[in-house]
C-alpha cells in the first residue's frame, strides 16, 4: 500500500469523525455545558440575592424590635403615669373622707357636748329649786316659777 493512500484515507477518515462528532456529539456536549453554566450562574445570583434579602429583612427585624421596644417603654410609661395618678387620686379621696370623717366626728361631739351642758343645767336647776326649797322649807311650784327657773338655767 501507498503511503499516500493510508494518509489520505486516514485524513478522510478523520474529517468525517471529526465532521459527525461536530455535528451530532459536540452540540448536545456544549448544550449541557451551558446548561450547567446557566443553572451555576443562576444559582450564585439566587445566593446572592438571598444574602441581600437576608441584610434587608435583619434590617426590617431590627427596626421592628426597636420600634417594639419604644412601644414597650412608652406604654410602661403611660402606665406608670396612670398607676401614680391613681394612687394620688386615692391619696385626695381618703384625704377628703378623712377630713369628712373628722367633721362629722367634731360635729357629733359638739352635739353631744351641748346635750350634756344641757342636761346638766337642767340637773343643776333641779338640784337648785331642791335646794332652795330645803333652805326654804316650803314646796316650790315649778309651774308657777317657770319663768324664774328659765332665768336660772340661762344663768348657768
Known amino acids: 500500500m501507498n503511503l499516500n493512500a493510508t494518509l489520505i484515507a486516514q485524513f478522510v477518515v478523520f ?7 461536530m455535528k451530532f456529539v459536540w452540540p448536545p456536549l456544549m448544550n449541557a455545558l451551558d446548561e450547567r453554566a446557566k443553572k451555576i ?8 440575592r438571598g444574602k441581600s ?12 424590635l426597636t420600634s417594639a421596644q419604644e412601644a414597650g417603654q412608652k406604654r410602661i410609661g403611660d402606665a406608670e ?17 378623712a377630713a369628712r370623717i373628722i367633721a362629722t366626728a ?3 361631739a359638739d ?24 333652805i326654804l322649807k316650803r314646796e316650790v311650784n315649778a ?14
Open 143 to 156: 309651774a308657777v316659777h317657770a319663768d324664774l327657773l328659765n332665768q336660772l338655767k340661762a344663768e348657768l
Open 41 to 48: 450562574a443562576d444559582g450564585l445570583a439566587a445566593a446572592e
Open 106 to 108: 367634731k360635729a357629733d
Open 111 to 134: 352635739q353631744q357636748v351641748t346635750q350634756v351642758r344641757e342636761a346638766l343645767r337642767d340637773q343643776v336647776a333641779t338640784l337648785a329649786v331642791k335646794g332652795a326649797e330645803q
Open 15 to 21: 474529517f468525517i469523525l471529526a465532521g459527525f462528532t
Open 53 to 64: 434579602d437576608l441584610a434587608a429583612a435583619e434590617k426590617r427585624a431590627q427596626a421592628e
Open 81 to 97: 403615669k396612670r398607676g401614680q395618678s391613681i394612687i394620688d387620686e386615692a391619696k385626695k379621696t381618703a384625704a377628703e373622707e
